[in-house]
């Protein structure tokens, strides 16, 4: 028997965005995961990492005597490709400033209902 034999190909996007990055009143990640909601993905999951940088070269770190640090966030996301492709240009019109990529991604949904 195959363990695999129930896992579907699909699509691991990710995008890179900052903590203080924002779509109009709201956190950019949280504008971002509402769209994806309201699109109908399947999930995505935000992540808030504790140091990084991006395209300007500025170092983002969490330390103890930071107060607005500007952490890096990523929102992942695994689903099939024909749900998260159409969205693409939204998300690009939205994000403005980060980065997105998309990766290949085997995924099982398990359900307990």
Known sequence: MDA???FRDGKLLRIFVDENDRAGAQPLYVAVVEL??????AGATV?????GFGSHHQIHV???FSWSANLPVLIEVVDDWNALEPI???????IGDG???????RYLRLSAH
Do not use: H, M, S, W
């Open 62 to 64: 969490a330390t103890v």
């Open 4 to 6: 695999t034999a129930d």
């Open 99 to 105: 980065l997105v990529t998309v990766e290949a991604a």
């Open 36 to 41: 994806l909601r309201k699109k109908g993905v």
């Open 88 to 94: 693409l240009p939204e998300l690009q019109a939205l």
């Open 47 to 51: 992540f808030r990492g504790i140091e």
